[in-house]
Protein backbone atom coordinates (compact mmCIF):
# COMPACT_ATOMS: atom_id res chain seq x y z
CA UNK A 1 0.00 0.00 0.00
CA UNK A 2 0.86 3.16 -1.05
CA UNK A 3 -0.32 6.68 0.83
CA UNK A 4 0.75 9.42 -1.91
CA UNK A 5 1.02 9.50 -5.66
CA UNK A 6 3.65 12.35 -7.07
CA UNK A 7 1.78 12.19 -10.15
CA UNK A 8 0.13 15.70 -9.71
CA UNK A 9 -0.98 16.07 -13.61
CA UNK A 10 -4.32 16.86 -12.33
CA UNK A 11 -3.62 20.29 -11.90
CA UNK A 12 -2.82 21.25 -15.42
CA UNK A 13 -5.74 18.98 -16.97
CA UNK A 14 -8.35 20.26 -14.71
CA UNK A 15 -7.02 23.88 -15.26
CA UNK A 16 -7.58 23.67 -18.83
CA UNK A 17 -10.95 22.15 -18.54
CA UNK A 18 -11.91 24.97 -16.29
CA UNK A 19 -10.76 27.55 -18.57
CA UNK A 20 -12.86 25.77 -21.38
CA UNK A 21 -15.99 25.96 -19.26
CA UNK A 22 -15.77 29.43 -17.73
CA UNK A 23 -16.59 30.49 -20.97
CA UNK A 24 -20.06 28.77 -21.41
CA UNK A 25 -23.86 29.87 -20.09
CA UNK A 26 -23.42 28.83 -16.61
CA UNK A 27 -25.29 30.28 -13.81
CA UNK A 28 -23.78 32.32 -11.52
CA UNK A 29 -23.08 29.88 -8.49
CA UNK A 30 -21.24 27.61 -11.11
CA UNK A 31 -19.13 30.52 -12.61
CA UNK A 32 -18.23 31.28 -9.03
CA UNK A 33 -16.93 27.87 -8.90
CA UNK A 34 -15.20 27.11 -11.22
CA UNK A 35 -13.39 31.06 -10.85
CA UNK A 36 -12.50 29.98 -6.91
CA UNK A 37 -11.34 26.28 -8.20
CA UNK A 38 -9.14 28.13 -10.71
CA UNK A 39 -7.11 30.61 -8.42
CA UNK A 40 -6.61 27.82 -6.19
CA UNK A 41 -5.08 25.42 -8.56
CA UNK A 42 -3.17 28.65 -9.43
CA UNK A 43 -2.08 28.88 -5.99
CA UNK A 44 -1.15 25.55 -5.82
CA UNK A 45 1.03 25.47 -9.13
CA UNK A 46 2.37 28.55 -7.57
CA UNK A 47 3.96 26.95 -5.21
CA UNK A 48 5.66 24.27 -6.64
CA UNK A 49 9.46 23.48 -6.91
CA UNK A 50 10.65 24.34 -10.29
CA UNK A 51 11.03 21.03 -11.40
CA UNK A 52 6.99 20.67 -11.11
CA UNK A 53 5.98 23.97 -11.76
CA UNK A 54 3.46 24.57 -14.39
CA UNK A 55 2.44 27.83 -13.73
CA UNK A 56 3.81 29.16 -17.07
CA UNK A 57 1.65 26.75 -19.08
CA UNK A 58 -1.36 27.50 -16.96
CA UNK A 59 -1.13 31.05 -17.36
CA UNK A 60 -1.71 31.36 -20.61
CA UNK A 61 -5.29 33.20 -20.76
CA UNK A 62 -4.22 36.28 -18.80
CA UNK A 63 -7.98 37.70 -18.65
CA UNK A 64 -8.53 34.53 -16.32
CA UNK A 65 -5.63 35.19 -14.09
CA UNK A 66 -6.49 39.19 -13.94
CA UNK A 67 -10.62 38.06 -12.92
CA UNK A 68 -9.35 35.73 -10.33
CA UNK A 69 -6.80 38.40 -8.80
CA UNK A 70 -9.34 41.35 -8.87
CA UNK A 71 -12.41 39.00 -7.18
CA UNK A 72 -10.06 37.46 -4.67
CA UNK A 73 -8.62 40.98 -3.34
CA UNK A 74 -12.44 42.30 -3.10
CA UNK A 75 -13.28 38.97 -0.75
CA UNK A 76 -10.36 39.98 1.08
CA UNK A 77 -10.92 43.58 1.40
CA UNK A 78 -14.57 42.60 2.80
CA UNK A 79 -13.53 40.31 5.16
CA UNK A 80 -10.44 42.98 6.47
CA UNK A 81 -13.54 45.60 6.57
CA UNK A 82 -15.71 43.63 8.64
CA UNK A 83 -12.93 42.40 10.90
CA UNK A 84 -12.56 46.46 11.77
CA UNK A 85 -15.93 46.65 12.72
CA UNK A 86 -15.97 43.63 14.97
CA UNK A 87 -11.95 44.77 16.57
CA UNK A 88 -14.11 44.96 20.02
CA UNK A 89 -15.53 41.31 19.74
CA UNK A 90 -11.99 40.03 18.84
CA UNK A 91 -10.43 41.89 21.68
CA UNK A 92 -12.57 40.54 23.87
CA UNK A 93 -12.28 37.24 22.96
CA UNK A 94 -8.96 37.26 23.02
CA UNK A 95 -8.95 38.74 26.11
CA UNK A 96 -11.23 36.13 27.49
CA UNK A 97 -8.10 33.41 27.18
CA UNK A 98 -5.57 36.06 28.10
CA UNK A 99 -6.59 35.93 32.01
CA UNK A 100 -3.81 38.09 34.18
CA UNK A 101 -4.13 35.30 36.77
CA UNK A 102 -2.50 33.07 34.40
CA UNK A 103 0.97 32.39 34.75
CA UNK A 104 1.87 30.42 31.20
CA UNK A 105 5.11 28.94 30.02
CA UNK A 106 5.07 26.59 26.99
CA UNK A 107 8.29 24.91 26.92
CA UNK A 108 10.65 23.73 24.39
CA UNK A 109 11.20 20.26 25.09
CA UNK A 110 15.08 19.81 25.20
CA UNK A 111 15.56 16.03 25.09
CA UNK A 112 16.10 15.23 21.95
CA UNK A 113 13.54 12.44 20.93
CA UNK A 114 14.25 9.62 17.93
CA UNK A 115 12.62 10.85 14.87
CA UNK A 116 9.68 7.76 14.08
CA UNK A 117 9.89 6.76 10.72
CA UNK A 118 6.87 4.44 10.03
CA UNK A 119 5.60 2.56 6.88
CA UNK A 120 2.48 3.66 4.69
CA UNK A 121 0.97 0.67 5.89
CA UNK A 122 1.26 1.19 9.97
CA UNK A 123 0.56 5.06 9.50
CA UNK A 124 -2.72 4.08 7.51
CA UNK A 125 -3.55 1.48 10.28
CA UNK A 126 -3.58 4.16 12.91
CA UNK A 127 -4.73 6.48 10.97
CA UNK A 128 -7.91 3.72 9.94
CA UNK A 129 -7.93 2.81 14.00
CA UNK A 130 -8.03 6.44 14.77
CA UNK A 131 -11.82 7.13 12.93
CA UNK A 132 -12.89 3.67 14.53
CA UNK A 133 -12.55 4.50 17.99
CA UNK A 134 -14.32 7.59 17.86
CA UNK A 135 -17.38 6.26 15.34
CA UNK A 136 -16.77 9.01 12.71
CA UNK A 137 -17.79 6.73 9.45
CA UNK A 138 -17.40 9.57 7.47
CA UNK A 139 -13.71 10.39 8.36
CA UNK A 140 -12.57 6.45 7.76
CA UNK A 141 -14.60 6.37 4.06
CA UNK A 142 -12.79 9.60 3.41
CA UNK A 143 -9.14 8.43 4.22
CA UNK A 144 -9.92 5.49 2.35
CA UNK A 145 -11.38 7.25 -0.66
CA UNK A 146 -7.96 9.26 -0.22
CA UNK A 147 -5.60 6.71 -0.36
CA UNK A 148 -7.87 3.96 -3.09
CA UNK A 149 -7.92 7.38 -5.50
CA UNK A 150 -4.26 8.54 -5.08
CA UNK A 151 -5.98 11.63 -3.94
CA UNK A 152 -2.73 12.22 -1.68
CA UNK A 153 0.55 13.66 -3.23
CA UNK A 154 3.67 14.05 -1.98
CA UNK A 155 5.69 16.73 -3.25
CA UNK A 156 8.46 19.46 -2.69
CA UNK A 157 6.46 23.14 -2.39
CA UNK A 158 8.53 26.40 -2.25
CA UNK A 159 8.43 29.38 0.12
CA UNK A 160 5.46 27.79 1.44
CA UNK A 161 4.95 28.22 5.27
CA UNK A 162 2.37 25.37 5.54
CA UNK A 163 2.65 21.78 5.97
CA UNK A 164 -0.18 21.02 3.19
CA UNK A 165 -2.86 22.10 1.23
CA UNK A 166 -6.34 20.76 0.73
CA UNK A 167 -7.63 21.52 -2.42
CA UNK A 168 -11.57 21.96 -3.66
CA UNK A 169 -12.80 21.89 -6.87
CA UNK A 170 -16.19 22.69 -6.11
CA UNK A 171 -17.15 21.96 -9.98
CA UNK A 172 -16.58 18.93 -10.40
CA UNK A 173 -16.94 18.23 -6.70
CA UNK A 174 -13.55 16.91 -6.41
CA UNK A 175 -10.69 17.14 -3.86
CA UNK A 176 -7.08 16.77 -3.11
CA UNK A 177 -4.74 16.76 -0.12
CA UNK A 178 -1.21 17.61 -0.92
CA UNK A 179 2.09 17.08 1.58
CA UNK A 180 4.88 19.78 0.97
CA UNK A 181 7.60 16.88 1.83
CA UNK A 182 10.05 19.31 2.63
CA UNK A 183 8.52 20.24 6.24
CA UNK A 184 7.69 16.86 7.48
CA UNK A 185 10.60 15.51 10.26
CA UNK A 186 8.94 12.50 11.10
CA UNK A 187 5.79 10.44 10.78
CA UNK A 188 4.04 11.16 13.60
CA UNK A 189 3.82 15.23 11.96
CA UNK A 190 3.06 13.73 8.70
CA UNK A 191 0.09 11.53 9.93
CA UNK A 192 -1.16 14.98 12.26
CA UNK A 193 -0.87 17.03 9.22
CA UNK A 194 -2.76 14.49 7.22
CA UNK A 195 -5.84 14.46 9.95
CA UNK A 196 -5.42 18.20 9.95
CA UNK A 197 -6.36 18.03 6.01
CA UNK A 198 -8.91 15.67 6.16
CA UNK A 199 -10.90 18.09 8.74
CA UNK A 200 -11.05 20.27 5.63
CA UNK A 201 -12.35 17.28 3.30
CA UNK A 202 -14.47 16.59 6.40
CA UNK A 203 -15.86 19.91 7.03
CA UNK A 204 -16.53 20.42 3.32
CA UNK A 205 -18.27 17.17 3.33
CA UNK A 206 -20.60 17.65 6.02
CA UNK A 207 -21.54 20.77 5.30
CA UNK A 208 -22.44 20.14 1.31
CA UNK A 209 -24.70 17.01 2.80
CA UNK A 210 -25.98 19.60 4.61
CA UNK A 211 -26.60 22.25 2.70
CA UNK A 212 -25.51 24.84 5.33
CA UNK A 213 -22.95 27.95 4.54
CA UNK A 214 -19.17 27.26 3.95
CA UNK A 215 -16.58 29.50 2.40
CA UNK A 216 -12.81 28.93 2.43
CA UNK A 217 -12.70 33.06 3.60
CA UNK A 218 -14.42 32.44 6.77
CA UNK A 219 -11.83 33.12 9.74
CA UNK A 220 -13.66 29.58 10.88
CA UNK A 221 -12.19 27.17 8.19
CA UNK A 222 -9.67 25.78 10.21
CA UNK A 223 -12.03 24.94 13.45
CA UNK A 224 -13.24 21.47 12.41
CA UNK A 225 -9.32 20.50 10.86
CA UNK A 226 -7.72 21.90 14.40
CA UNK A 227 -10.54 19.50 15.90
CA UNK A 228 -9.46 16.34 14.05
CA UNK A 229 -5.59 17.36 14.49
CA UNK A 230 -5.73 17.82 18.17
CA UNK A 231 -8.08 15.34 18.68
CA UNK A 232 -5.82 12.61 16.83
CA UNK A 233 -2.97 13.66 19.09
CA UNK A 234 -5.14 13.20 22.24
CA UNK A 235 -5.93 9.89 20.97
CA UNK A 236 -1.88 8.49 20.11
CA UNK A 237 -1.29 9.90 23.75
CA UNK A 238 -4.39 8.25 25.41
CA UNK A 239 -3.41 5.29 23.99
CA UNK A 240 0.53 5.30 24.14
CA UNK A 241 0.90 5.20 20.23
CA UNK A 242 4.66 7.36 20.21
CA UNK A 243 3.08 9.07 22.79
CA UNK A 244 6.36 11.07 23.09
CA UNK A 245 6.79 12.63 19.96
CA UNK A 246 3.00 13.04 20.16
CA UNK A 247 3.07 15.47 23.20
CA UNK A 248 5.74 17.02 21.61
CA UNK A 249 3.37 18.03 18.71
CA UNK A 250 0.75 18.76 21.04
CA UNK A 251 2.77 21.34 22.53
CA UNK A 252 3.55 22.87 19.72
CA UNK A 253 -0.36 23.24 19.16
CA UNK A 254 -0.97 25.38 22.32
CA UNK A 255 2.25 27.44 21.65
CA UNK A 256 1.18 28.13 18.08
CA UNK A 257 -2.69 28.78 19.67
CA UNK A 258 -1.22 31.33 21.73
CA UNK A 259 0.83 32.76 18.78
CA UNK A 260 -1.90 33.27 17.08
CA UNK A 261 -4.24 34.91 20.11
CA UNK A 262 -1.51 37.04 20.32
CA UNK A 263 -1.25 38.63 16.62
CA UNK A 264 -5.16 38.89 17.18
CA UNK A 265 -4.88 41.45 19.54
CA UNK A 266 -1.69 43.02 18.25
CA UNK A 267 -4.23 43.40 14.97
CA UNK A 268 -6.89 44.78 16.43
CA UNK A 269 -4.68 47.65 18.13
CA UNK A 270 -3.37 48.84 14.51
CA UNK A 271 -5.80 51.99 13.87
CA UNK A 272 -8.03 51.48 11.31
CA UNK A 273 -6.78 53.64 8.63
CA UNK A 274 -3.65 51.25 8.69
CA UNK A 275 -5.68 47.95 9.07
CA UNK A 276 -8.04 48.59 6.54
CA UNK A 277 -6.85 47.18 2.89
CA UNK A 278 -3.49 46.17 4.99
CA UNK A 279 -1.48 49.70 4.87
CA UNK A 280 0.43 48.61 7.59
CA UNK A 281 2.24 46.01 5.72
CA UNK A 282 3.66 48.96 3.62
CA UNK A 283 5.31 50.94 6.78
CA UNK A 284 8.08 50.56 8.79
CA UNK A 285 8.54 48.39 11.87
CA UNK A 286 9.31 51.93 13.66
CA UNK A 287 6.49 53.52 12.51
CA UNK A 288 3.87 51.04 12.91
CA UNK A 289 5.32 50.12 16.84
CA UNK A 290 4.50 53.69 17.31
CA UNK A 291 0.84 53.64 15.91
CA UNK A 292 0.06 50.64 17.79
CA UNK A 293 1.91 52.14 20.92
CA UNK A 294 -0.77 54.93 20.71
CA UNK A 295 -3.69 52.40 21.22
CA UNK A 296 -2.41 50.09 23.71
CA UNK A 297 0.40 49.47 26.15
CA UNK A 298 2.68 47.34 24.33
CA UNK A 299 4.91 45.44 26.83
CA UNK A 300 7.96 44.46 24.09
CA UNK A 301 10.84 46.13 22.82
CA UNK A 302 11.09 47.84 19.44
CA UNK A 303 13.31 44.67 18.20
CA UNK A 304 10.95 42.08 19.55
CA UNK A 305 8.09 43.49 17.98
CA UNK A 306 7.07 41.33 14.81
CA UNK A 307 7.83 42.86 11.34
CA UNK A 308 4.80 44.30 9.30
CA UNK A 309 5.02 42.25 6.83
CA UNK A 310 4.98 39.38 9.04
CA UNK A 311 1.28 40.06 10.31
CA UNK A 312 -1.29 38.34 8.58
CA UNK A 313 -4.75 39.62 10.88
CA UNK A 314 -7.04 36.87 8.51
CA UNK A 315 -4.75 34.24 8.82
CA UNK A 316 -4.02 34.81 12.69
CA UNK A 317 -8.06 34.86 13.03
CA UNK A 318 -8.57 31.81 11.25
CA UNK A 319 -5.51 29.44 13.30
CA UNK A 320 -6.36 31.83 16.60
CA UNK A 321 -10.27 30.68 16.24
CA UNK A 322 -9.80 27.31 15.22
CA UNK A 323 -7.33 25.87 17.66
CA UNK A 324 -9.16 28.03 20.30
CA UNK A 325 -12.50 26.82 19.83
CA UNK A 326 -11.01 22.79 18.88
CA UNK A 327 -9.78 23.01 22.22
CA UNK A 328 -12.99 23.99 23.75
CA UNK A 329 -15.22 21.43 21.65
CA UNK A 330 -13.32 18.65 22.45
CA UNK A 331 -12.67 19.65 25.75
CA UNK A 332 -16.66 19.73 25.87
CA UNK A 333 -17.11 16.53 23.98
CA UNK A 334 -15.49 14.68 27.47
CA UNK A 335 -17.37 16.73 30.01
CA UNK A 336 -20.58 17.40 28.54
CA UNK A 337 -21.65 15.85 25.39
CA UNK A 338 -25.11 16.43 24.83
CA UNK A 339 -23.72 20.31 25.59
CA UNK A 340 -20.98 19.77 23.06
CA UNK A 341 -23.46 18.35 20.39
CA UNK A 342 -25.78 21.23 20.21
CA UNK A 343 -22.91 23.76 20.38
CA UNK A 344 -21.30 22.27 17.65
CA UNK A 345 -24.40 22.12 15.48
CA UNK A 346 -25.25 25.38 16.08
CA UNK A 347 -21.47 26.61 15.65
CA UNK A 348 -21.33 24.49 12.05
CA UNK A 349 -24.81 26.31 10.58
CA UNK A 350 -24.18 29.82 11.90
CA UNK A 351 -21.14 30.59 11.32
CA UNK A 352 -19.57 33.52 8.79
CA UNK A 353 -16.76 35.12 7.23
CA UNK A 354 -16.36 37.49 10.58
CA UNK A 355 -16.37 37.30 14.57
CA UNK A 356 -20.04 38.78 14.68
CA UNK A 357 -21.03 40.27 18.23
CA UNK A 358 -22.30 37.79 20.68
CA UNK A 359 -21.25 34.75 18.34
CA UNK A 360 -20.67 32.68 21.04
CA UNK A 361 -23.84 33.42 23.10
CA UNK A 362 -25.58 32.56 20.06
CA UNK A 363 -24.22 29.21 20.07
CA UNK A 364 -24.85 28.74 23.80
CA UNK A 365 -21.53 29.43 25.74
CA UNK A 366 -19.97 32.62 27.19
CA UNK A 367 -16.26 33.93 26.83
CA UNK A 368 -15.11 33.51 30.51
CA UNK A 369 -16.83 29.94 30.32
CA UNK A 370 -14.90 29.28 27.01
CA UNK A 371 -11.78 30.33 28.41
CA UNK A 372 -12.02 28.29 31.89
CA UNK A 373 -13.04 24.79 29.60
CA UNK A 374 -9.98 25.55 27.46
CA UNK A 375 -7.54 26.56 30.91
CA UNK A 376 -8.58 23.04 32.21
CA UNK A 377 -8.03 20.95 28.97
CA UNK A 378 -4.10 22.43 28.70
CA UNK A 379 -3.68 22.29 33.05
CA UNK A 380 -4.86 18.53 32.04
CA UNK A 381 -2.45 17.66 29.18
CA UNK A 382 0.38 15.81 29.86
CA UNK A 383 2.42 18.52 28.30
CA UNK A 384 2.16 20.05 31.96
CA UNK A 385 2.32 23.71 30.19
CA UNK A 386 2.11 26.74 32.35
CA UNK A 387 1.73 30.23 30.38
CA UNK A 388 3.48 33.53 30.70
CA UNK A 389 2.78 36.45 29.31
Do not use: W
Amino acid sequence: MELFTNDISFIEKQTNYLKEQIHHGYNLEDKTSIINSLKNLDCISHYLNAENNLLKKIEKNKDIIIKLNTRDKKLHSKNIDNSIENKTEHLSFVSSIFNDSKDICIPILSEYLEEEFLSDEEMYEIMSDYFLSISDTMGYEILKKTVDENKMYMVELDSFSFNGITFFNTFLNDFRVIIDEATINNSIDLMTTIMHEMGHVIDYAYLENNSVYYSTKSIFIETLSSMYEKDFLDYLIRNSIYKRKAIERITDFYRNMYDELNYIALSCNIPDNLLRREKYKRVTREKLYGKVSEEAELLVPLEEFPLPQSLDMMESLEYGYGKALATYFLRLKKTDYDKYQDEFSKFMELRTDYFPKNFLEKIGTKQNTLAQTIDEEIMDSPCKIIIKK
